[in-house]
């Protein structure tokens, strides 16, 4: 038995870099937690390919039936879902710009600049955050009213451009990720505030910015309360679109449910898409953190 001072860490450093396996357990658990993730969709689909006299059996039934097409067509037209889809298409990708883009300019202020009153002005917008939306809504309808925006795309737009979370997420981020010293090198360089946010902190905060945008994109593409009030069945967004087909004295769950998958699946393809590079993003971002 060797006692020197390299024989156990001979022995110790193939164990440290050997690489991790899963085992049989493993597999079995992320078997199970994929099944439960991918049951909602797929009974979506199960279900909006009867119709309600189909669902209405006990058991009710597990595997497709033949009318999927035929309620995807009549979700279509009755809920005008190719405008519907458009409209939000339009409303989450400009709210995920705007949201991207001021979150990380205010974030960036509060995390490097000095100016009076920040600490008071970072507790004032974090503060907003326990106000619950439903307190705001009159006032807001009441100003959107008044400047003649209702039933348009601009009232659900605007008052979602900046969001309190993102500031401070974007704060935490740049706080640790962005350090001083490349901010001074800049400005030694003669860069102005804008090059520096241009050329500095937006290629720095890429990975933040990547997940703080498709999080606003899937929380205003989901977003009912307020589009149902701002918004109308004329110019509607997939959510206030859905809302029209279960109304009726006994409205078809089949074709309901048609229309939720066709709600669903751009974020599937988005999610498809753009997956790897915002589990890169979040990874990137708690190592800095």
């Known amino acids: 038995m060797s006692t020197g001072i390299g024989g156990?860490?001979?022995?110790?450093?193939?164990?440290?870099?050997?690489?991790?396996?899963?085992?049989?357990?493993a597999y079995a658990v992320l078997t199970l937690f994929t099944a439960g993730s991918l049951f909602p969709l797929v009974w979506t689909a199960v279900a909006a390919s009867g119709d309600?006299?189909?669902?209405?059996?006990?058991?009710?039934?597990l595997w497709f039936g033949g009318r999927l097409l035929t309620n995807l067509g009549t979700a279509w037209t009755d809920a005008r879902m190719g405008l519907a889809l458009a409209n939000t298409a339009l409303v989450a990708g400009t709210v995920a710009v705007g949201t991207v883009l001021f979150c990380t300019v205010a974030g960036f202020a509060f995390a490097k600049l000095r100016f009076r009153f920040r600490r008071a002005l970072l507790l004032l917008t974090v503060g907003t955050m326990m106000v619950p939306p439903q307190l705001s809504v009159v006032p807001l309808f009441m100003i959107v009213a008044r400047l003649g925006w209702t039933d348009q795309l601009r009232a659900v737009v605007l008052p979602a451009l900046v969001s309190a979370f993102g500031v401070f997420f974007m704060r935490q981020y740049l706080v640790e990720a962005l350090p001083d010293e490349l901010i001074e090198a800049a400005?030694?360089?003669g860069a102005s505030s804008l090059r520096v946010v241009w050329h500095v902190v937006f290629p720095v905060a890429r990975p933040a910015m990547a997940v703080?945008?498709?999080?606003?994109?899937?929380?205003?593409?989901?977003?009912f309360f307020w589009p149902v009030i701002a918004l109308t069945q004329e110019n509607p967004t997939v959510q206030v679109a859905l809302t029209g087909l279960g109304r009726g004295y006994v409205p078809d769950q089949a074709v309901v449910m048609a229309g939720a998958l066709l709600g669903t699946l751009p974020l599937l393809l988005a999610f498809t898409l753009f997956g790897r590079q915002i589990v890169g993003g979040i990874m990137r971002g708690a190592l800095k953190g």
Not at 8 to 25: E, F, H, I, S, Y
């Open 8 to 25: 156990p860490r001979a022995v110790a450093a193939p164990r440290a870099g050997r690489q991790l396996r899963a085992g049989p357990v």
């Open 52 to 61: 309600s006299a189909r669902l209405a059996h006990t058991p009710p039934p």
């Open 187 to 189: 400005r030694v360089d």
């Open 212 to 223: 703080l945008g498709m999080l606003s994109f899937v929380q205003a593409w989901n977003d």
